[in-house]
């Protein structure tokens, strides 16, 4: 059974920093794309942050130049360096990955059960 399991996540001051990590366990063929997402009361999921196998990128708007992205294909571990936090970063943010488990039926998508940042003003 293939999981995703984040840490990292907690309380910050604004211009703080925090980082994530998100690790794929099981029987896992291969990882495609893995990133990370976040969801704040009342809003729609939104991308944060994705990263190719290849180490290729693309950032939301609003965390270009804060947040950095990056992965370890040897782990299947994705980390979320965010810096110069805001209070509007204050989200559960979830681990996202598209992976080909070894005994399934091709690349499907997998989520991790969230963890909560929180930027104090």
């Known amino acids: 059974q293939v999981q995703l399991v984040e840490s990292g996540g907690g309380l910050v001051q604004a211009g703080g920093s925090l980082r994530l990590s998100c690790a794929a366990s099981?029987?896992?063929?291969?990882?495609?794309?893995m990133g990370w997402y976040r969801q704040a009361p009342g809003n729609q999921r939104e991308l944060v942050a994705i990263?190719?196998?290849?180490?290729?990128?693309n950032y939301a708007d609003s965390v270009k130049g804060r947040f950095t992205i990056s992965r370890d294909n040897a782990k299947n571990t994705v980390y979320l360096q965010m810096n110069s936090l805001k209070p509007e970063d204050t989200s559960v943010y979830f681990c996202?990955?598209?992976?080909?488990?070894?005994?399934?039926?091709?690349?499907?998508?997998?989520w991790g059960q969230g963890t909560q940042v929180t930027v104090s003003s």
């Open positions: 099981g029987s896992i063929l291969s990882i495609n794309v």
């Open positions: 990263i190719t196998t290849g180490g290729s990128t």
């Open positions: 996202n990955a598209v992976l080909a488990p070894r005994y399934g039926t091709g690349y499907q998508t997998y």
